[in-house]
């Protein structure tokens, strides 16, 4: 037997405490939510009714199940205001991921053109607004946009315009806010593939005839795909179910479906409808995040 | 032979995008001194507002409970991530490895308003009163994941003819573990807990489904702050906040250095 086989049993026992935990704190949850949602509105603590009840025995599970309801979900797509939040978050999910490959791809094609030694220092630079705390990172924005913040200041010193403009509540204050707490995650999977290029494939296509243009088009971007499809995931799904930035930036008028849950969880008190809008927006989710792990799960059987 | 060939266009798009990345965050650091009430107008340097901060109870309360669930959750987290990234790197194929390897991935993507809603049903529950400890175990679940992904990276690039030999020398697999493997990737474990340590610092979603009435974390009384607008005490915290994970990433990127002159590549992060 080969030591890597032997070094194999042990390991796999490492396995059982992060498993164990796993199971219980974040499978397990998911099963209470698809519960919850299932069940009725109450006005008591906690604020549904329960639905299964273990120590009742199987004829009491019976009935209950008899008594599970999608009222919760019927509600979902009868009430306007939940499909208009599910489309605005696919909406603005897709809008600044795509505003987010446009200004990361060409940050990270210059760190990877960097000389060498320089590269880990930018990508240093990249990764520390990471480490940053978003809620700050969101709050130093208010300062600048809110009335009498910098940027209406400088704007009114260079008689630009001739009174502050509204940017706090509007939705550009809202996707300057995603752009910039999500630079990060497009910038490093995208630098770590094209990092990796080996430059005399530009080069060849160069010595072929192949003007700059075209060079990118039919060598470094097809190359770069990887990277591309690993960014976008990483921003998309988070964005989808986004809660703070379009609280703090965006208007009330229309709400992305994290906040609509917020709401309804913090404010009217609703767990299952809660609980129901988390498990439609998991649905919705399904397929990206399956794409994520699948490459995940490439990238490392790669090394 | 020139390699990279670095165009205008490459400059200006770096440079560009660093302003950007690092404006605010100067501008709000230089503000946090502003001695004046007014975001309008320059007070003169002053240290008003951390002493605004110091005096005040609450937000000293919520800073202190912070930091405490970070260092528990942290701590807990590097333990059950480095093992979570030895059987997934070392364990070859085990039964259920598809669904442990996708519970670690998911949290990293998940929105947090479901992990968040999530656990708060379970802790419900099990009658679990809910304050420090139920945001501890919730920071954990999330962070784990992270670590588990830092330590995994180390662990894909390590040697494995190091602890071939070992085992050919006659250790056991544990001690060949612990006498070869460990030393090396100590330094992606360090790095792991800051990671774990200031993703938990600056949680809002989940810590808000999580905690009971009475404990507030730091990322909660702050933002319960800036919904009511700007106010310069908020921009003090802020940079000392900013100040204490700076003074984190300068030891990780020490410790990572220190594991790129022992082996190969260090973990991106």
């Known amino acids: 037997m080969s030591a890597r086989r032997i070094f194999a049993r042990p390991a796999r026992y490492a396995a059982i405490a992060p498993y164990v935990w796993m199971v219980l704190f974040f499978l397990v949850p998911f099963g209470f939510v698809l519960k919850i949602s299932l069940s009725e509105t109450a006005i008591a603590q906690p604020p549904y009714t329960p639905v299964f009840d273990l120590a009742a025995g199987t004829a009491a599970f019976r009935e209950a199940f008899a008594a599970l309801s999608i009222d919760n979900f019927r509600l979902l797509v009868s009430d306007n205001l939940y499909v208009l939040s599910y489309l605005r978050s696919l909406v603005v999910a897709l809008v600044s991921t795509s505003i987010l490959l446009l200004i990361g791809y060409p940050i990270a094609y210059g760190m990877a053109r960097l000389p060498k030694r320089w590269q880990p220092v930018a990508m240093m630079l990249v990764i520390v607004p990471f480490w940053t705390s978003f809620l700050i990172r969101i709050y130093a924005w208010i300062n600048i946009l809110q009335h009498d913040g910098l940027l209406n200041q400088i704007l009114l010193t260079l008689h630009l315009v001739s009174q502050p403009v509204v940017w706090l509540s509007t939705d550009s204050a809202m996707y300057l806010g995603i752009v910039y707490s999500y630079l990060p995650f497009m910038i490093l999977p995208l630098y770590a593939t094209l990092s990796k290029m080996e430059p005399a494939l530009e080069e060849a296509a160069a010595d072929l005839g192949a003007a700059p243009i075209e060079v990118f088009w039919l060598v470094t971007f097809p190359l770069s795909l990887p990277g591309v499809g690993a960014g976008v995931l990483l921003c998309f799904i988070p964005i989808v179910g986004e809660f703070v930035i379009p609280d703090l930036l965006a208007g009330s008028d229309s709400l992305m479906i994290g906040q609509t849950l917020w709401l309804e969880f913090f404010m009217n008190k609703d767990w299952p409808v809660a609980s129901a809008t988390a498990i439609v927006l998991l649905v919705l989710l399904i397929a990206p995040l399956l794409a994520y792990d699948r490459l995940q799960r490439r990238q490392l059987e790669m090394r | ?269």
């Open chain 2, 1 to 269: 032979m020139e390699r990279h060939k670095l165009s205008r266009f490459n400059i200006a798009s770096l440079t560009l995008g660093l302003a950007f990345l690092y404006l605010p965050i100067v501008i709000l650091v230089i503000y946090s001194f502003n001695g004046s009430r007014l975001v309008t107008v320059w007070g003169g340097w002053s240290l008003r507002w951390y002493h605004e901060f110091f005096n005040d109870k609450a937000m000293i309360d919520a800073a202190w409970m912070s930091v405490r669930v970070a260092a528990a959750s942290a701590t807990v987290a590097t333990l059950l991530g480095t093992l979570a990234a030895v059987a997934l790197s070392r364990g070859e194929g085990f039964r259920g490895r598809p669904l442990f390897s996708g519970m670690l991935y998911a949290p990293l993507v998940m929105p947090e308003v479901i992990t968040g809603l999530s656990l708060l049903l379970l802790f419900v529950a099990l009658n679990a009163e809910r304050g420090f400890w139920t945001v501890v175990v919730a920071h954990t679940t999330l962070t784990m994941c992270f670590v588990a992904v830092v330590v995994q990276a180390r662990l894909g690039s390590l040697d494995r003819s190091l602890e071939e030999a070992a085992m050919d020398l006659g250790c056991d697999p544990v001690r060949a573990f612990l006498m070869v493997t460990l030393p090396l990737i100590i330094p992606s474990i360090a790095a792991g807990w800051m990671l774990a340590f200031t993703l938990s610092l600056d949680d809002l979603v989940i810590a808000s489904f999580t905690t009971g009435p009475g404990s507030a974390t730091l990322p909660i009384r702050i933002y319960s702050e800036v919904r009511l607008g700007v106010k310069p005490e908020i921009n003090a915290i802020c940079t000392m906040v900013i100040g204490l994970i700076a003074i984190v990433i300068v030891v990780a990127s020490l410790a990572s250095k220190l594991s790129n002159d022992r082996g190969e590549s260090a973990a991106p992060l």
